[in-house]
């Protein structure tokens, strides 16, 4: 029972969060899409644990924070939200790194990323009736 709690707890907390991260129209204008690759990693690089592909729309939350896979991990988790803002703020369209699961910091699981941002293309606001 608390585990189920616990567990309902965390999706609300969750979904808390969610909404607080705002959409991505909001958020990221200029911005039609974003794809995260990921592959995660259990301990030492090289057991890969999975690969995970994961799209965002402008109807979407702008929320990155991937879940921790790592059995038992409770707090964890990797937050990309700063690389694609800093990604978006520059209008650069890709970035690659490597991020280590906040939680527990016994290097238990870690994540290479590669991030690919779409933006709108321009003539679309060539369209507006300013000189009509
Ligand atoms: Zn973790």
Known sequence: MATRQNH?????????????????????????GIVIHMTYYQRAPGSVLM??????YPSGYAYFNMRCMARGC???GFD????????????????KGYLPCRGA???????????????CRKSAHRLSPAHI
């Open 80 to 95: 990309l939200a700063p690389v694609i803002r800093g990604l978006v703020k520059k209008g650069q369209r890709s970035a």
């Open 51 to 56: 690969e995970r592909t994961v799209n965002f």
């Open 105 to 119: 910091g016994d290097g238990h699981a870690s994540i290479a990323y590669r991030i690919d941002v779409s933006y």
């Open 8 to 32: 309902l707890a965390k999706v609300e907390m969750m979904r808390e969060n969610m909404r607080a991260a705002g959409l991505m129209r909001e958020r990221f204008p200029k911005v039609s």
């Open 74 to 76: 409770e707090d964890g």
